[in-house]
């Protein structure tokens, strides 16, 4: 970087000798325009905009901007977490705007999710665990340089101040002042403290976390003026799209190029390994010309699979002596069921699922006429890799990228991964400095999305004489390591002997993250194999788990208040039964209770009534958790009872949502209560704790009314006919 002088000099020295305005740099990070900054008109700008640390800027009139590191799609990120660093920095938060911070994550990422680098992520329900202490710490360091600016104009000692919402208070002398009047004589302290968690606020004295505010990005959504990705339109944009074909990695081989090249607008054809794109004027040209397309597929792994065919093959798979990944032995699993009493075994199944999410999958990028620079314009959860792939995509330094962050449509774990902007990226640099905006179809995602695997959860438990559960053995067989195990432990059932196993099988499928993981297809397995112990040994399904959790008191709490609130004593009235599920999810320890009623002609199961309790340690925004669990719950109900993917010769045999079924209002529960336990602990993730809950207490209440088993996701009316048949 160079001066007005055009003496070379470090940043550190340069925002010293340039400060109009006294700035900070240190533990929160340095302002991020400096990071890619090129000109000094570009610093003086921002010396102009008097941020007070990189997470807020303050400005003479008190109000205030605090950015966002999180994604918003829909869970409440723009509130609860500029909330948290709020709480701290004791700001008035009616004088509060939130804007998305930019993406450096040197500055705005968290070390929560590894402790080699800062991440920005949002995903796996983490993002305000991830952020709690961050947002804390960064909030009190706020506070503590408008108090050390207030103690020096005032000469008095820091230690004789204190703040109220938006002011710094000097109480011997009844001054105070506010926080956009300390602005002119702002002063950064020589050291600023890393404040630990004893300095922080205590959890009784909150006075923003853990009370409803409004929500800061509902009112623009409700007027239409929010902005999604897809909204973004640029002056001489283009359009690109992809025909990826059906069969995952096969390799396209086009036959037309110079019939294509001749069609109304289209720019320019671009191939990539597995896809070939078409750049045009119009975005109708260019699926105009995707569908003229004439290309040859190579063969692939997926060649010749045959999704409903794999069961077969995974349950030999499972009986199999060919050890596969053991993911945890505890006690000794083999000496408990030769000293058993009784063994119980079982396996489940789970279908391919799709994410479904609303705003279809799209970005816009611009690359520099020198090829060297490039802005980013895109819906994304974010990942691990620096500004989302766009930098190794075009041979660029991840500092000549600058990344905006818009609304997603849903991620539900489809945008944490960045293909589609890759994708983006290769079609701009190939008309820079034209824009491009990439556009997914519907049925691009559908057919070529990434989904979560197919696997089959074979599971053994053993009893003693007197019904205690001994021992549990876990074996899942599937696609994709972390995927397909993800939620198979269970450390709050007191089982001295427990055996998990991974027995991967490849078949060539994208996968990816889907709501909750693994939770949802292996928390069912589990908890149906508690419930059909409990049963046969006579004892109340509810009874059974309060026996195994009387060493780990949260769970408990969490399964007495369900229990409560379902009124779980007393039956259900005629042609209805309730089941309940435990699980634990991102730290969140949940209990969901249902009452379903089947029709027995046409095998639709209907959830009356859904109950749950969580204990999430703090809760941050408790209107924004029940939604996030509410619409948790109802995800799960939509999977469980219609989303299923079937892949024939392994090709993707659903193309959109009428073949792709989603739940539909008339399905809705008539009433869904959740009950939050109170907690000072560090919070958990919510989004997806609810999620999971449905399958297995769906199959345990539909055993507790038919007496038969549902053992495959999803339940559609045919697999329920054929279980009451059985």
Not at 617 to 634: F, L, N, R, S
């Amino acid at each position: 970087m160079k001066n007005s002088n055009s003496h070379t000099q470090s940043r550190r020295k340069f925002l010293k000798n340039s400060s109009g305005v006294a700035l900070f740099i240190g533990a929160s990070g340095l302002i991020p325009s400096w990071v890619a900054c090129k000109d000094v008109k570009a610093i003086n700008k921002q010396l102009e905009m008097h941020r007070l640390t990189a997470w807020v800027q303050l400005a003479e009139d008190g109000s205030l901007t605090i950015f966002n590191p999180g994604a918003e799609m829909g869970q409440g990120s723009m509130t609860a977490l500029p909330l948290i660093f709020a709480e701290e920095m004791d700001a008035d938060w009616s004088k509060v705007k939130v804007a998305f911070s930019p993406q450096e994550a040197e500055i705005y990422g968290s070390e929560y999710w590894s402790s080699r680098r800062k991440i920005m992520l949002s995903a796996g329900s983490r993002t305000t665990t991830g952020y709690y202490p961050v947002l804390r710490k960064a909030g009190a360091q706020a506070r503590h340089v408008l108090m050390h600016s207030a103690a020096k104009k005032w000469e008095v000692d820091i230690a004789e101040l204190s703040t109220k919402p938006g002011k710094v208070l000097h109480s011997a002398s009844g001054k105070e002042m506010g926080y956009g009047e300390i602005l002119p004589f702002l002063q950064m302290p020589d050291e600023l403290p890393e404040f630990s968690e004893a300095d922080l606020t205590d959890p009784k004295d909150f006075r923003l976390i853990g009370k409803d505010v409004p929500r800061t990005d509902i009112p623009e959504k409700v007027d239409g003026s929010a902005k999604f990705a897809i909204d973004v339109r640029l002056p001489n944009m283009l359009y690109g799209v992809y025909e990826r074909g059906k069969l995952h990695g096969s390799k396209p081989s086009l036959q037309n190029q110079t019939e294509i090249e001749a069609m109304p607008g289209v720019v320019k054809i671009v191939e990539i390994e597995y896809a070939i794109g078409v750049i045009a004027e119009r975005l109708e040209q260019a699926l105009a010309a995707k569908k003229a397309l004439k290309i040859d597929w190579s063969e692939a792994t997926a060649s010749g699979f045959n999704s409903q065919e794999a069961y077969a093959a995974y349950e030999k798979i499972a009986s199999s002596n060919k050890k596969g990944d053991v993911v945890r032995d505890i006690g000794n699993f083999r000496q408990a069921k030769a000293q058993s009493a009784k063994t119980y075994t079982a396996d489940f199944k789970n279908d391919y699922v799709y994410h479904a999410q609303m705003e279809p999958l799209n970005s816009v990028i611009q690359v520099a006429e020198d090829g060297q620079s490039a802005e980013v314009w895109v819906g994304s959860q974010q990942g691990f890799t620096p500004k989302m792939g766009v930098p190794k995509a075009l041979g660029i330094p991840p500092e000549n990228v600058k990344v905006n962050l818009m609304y997603l449509g849903g991620g539900l774990g489809r945008r944490s991964l960045t293909d589609f902007i890759t994708e983006c990226a290769f079609l701009a640099k190939e008309v820079a400095p034209r824009p491009v905006k990439l556009m997914w179809t519907r049925e691009d995602d559908l057919t070529y999305g990434c989904y979560r695997p197919l696997s089959l959860q074979r599971l053994t438990a053993t009893t003693d004489k007197d019904g205690n559960l001994t021992g549990l053995s876990h074996y899942v067989i599937g696609d994709g390591p972390n995927l397909t195990s993800s939620g198979i432990l269970n450390e709050y059932y007191d089982i001295p002997n427990k055996y998990y196993e991974l027995r991967e099988k490849e078949e060539g499928i994208r996968l990816k993250h889907w709501r909750s993981v693994g939770h949802s297809p292996n928390k069912f397995a589990i908890e149906s194999m508690i419930d059909r112990v409990a049963h046969d040994q006579g004892v109340d399904p509810v009874e059974y788990r309060r026996r195994l959790m009387q060493k780990f008191p949260k769970a408990l709490a969490s399964l007495e208040k369900a229990a409560e609130i379902a009124n779980w004593e007393n039956s259900s009235t005629q042609a209805r039964a309730k089941g309940v599920a435990f699980l634990e999810r991102s730290g969140t320890l949940s209990t969901g209770i249902c009452e379903i009623s089947v029709d027995e002609s046409t095998g639709k199961i209907r959830v009356h009534h859904f109950w749950s309790a969580h204990d999430a340690g703090v809760i941050v925004q408790p209107d924004i958790v029940k939604a996030q669990i509410e619409g948790g719950i109802i995800m799960g109900m939509s999977s469980v009872f219609s989303e299923q993917l079937t892949i024939q010769n392994g090709e993707i045999q659903q193309s959109n949502f009428h073949d792709y079924q989603l739940l539909r209002m008339a399905d809705m529960p008539e009433s869904i209560e959740t009950a939050l336990i109170d907690s000072t602990e560090r919070p958990m993730g919510v989004g997806e704790s609810s999620t999971p809950l449905v399958a297995c207490a769906v199959a345990n209440a539909f055993f507790s009314l038919t007496g038969k088993r549902l053992q495959h996701l999803p339940f559609t009316p045919e697999r329920v006919l054929e279980a009451l048949k059985s």
